[in-house]
């Protein structure tokens, strides 16, 4: 989960802790790094929309589609998209799992030639730093 209080409750927590989901809560400010979805489901999903888009509009002669024709479109690649292996790779480019800090680090390398001061991603990573050690990495590895 992306860290945003909101999407955080009571409920959601007892209904993936009954249902044998592990919730992670990825630092601040880098959804673009850490979340598999960002990573590998929105640009596909972003660029088969596109190519659909790109195919269609000629044969409307106008810029504009109806609203059953977008839902369509978008339909039509989310299922391109939403694949599971595409998640299961999300998940592994991005170091959730299985733990990589080669691919976390990785990533931050990617991200610092393009934003946010190492300050503001350093503060964000130092407050759940030692939480994600301690869930998830065996004792001797840190």
């Known amino acids: 989960m992306d860290g945003c209080t909101s999407h955080i409750s009571l409920p959601v927590v007892d209904a993936a802790e009954s249902l044998g989901i592990i919730l992670v809560c990825l630092p601040a400010n880098g959804t673009d790094l850490l ?3 960002d990573v590998a489901v929105f640009s ?3 660029t088969s929309v596109k190519l659909l888009l790109d195919k269609l509009l ?10 059953q024709t977008a839902l369509g479109v978008a339909a039509l690649a989310w299922n391109h998209a939403c694949l599971s292996s595409n998640l299961v790779a999300g ?11 080669v691919n976390m680090h990785a990533k931050l390398a990617n991200f610092g ?3 946010l001061p190492n300050s503001h991603r350093d503060a964000a990573w130092l407050q759940v730093c030692h939480i994600v050690r301690r ?3 065996p004792e001797k590895s840190y």
């Open 35 to 37: 979340q598999p979805q």
């Open 44 to 46: 596909p999903f972003k």
């Open 58 to 67: 000629p044969t409307f002669g106008d810029v504009n589609v109806d609203k």
């Open 91 to 101: 998940i592994s480019s991005c170091g959730i799992f299985p733990l990589s800090r």
């Open 113 to 115: 030639r393009n934003g």
């Open 135 to 137: 869930e998830m990495l």
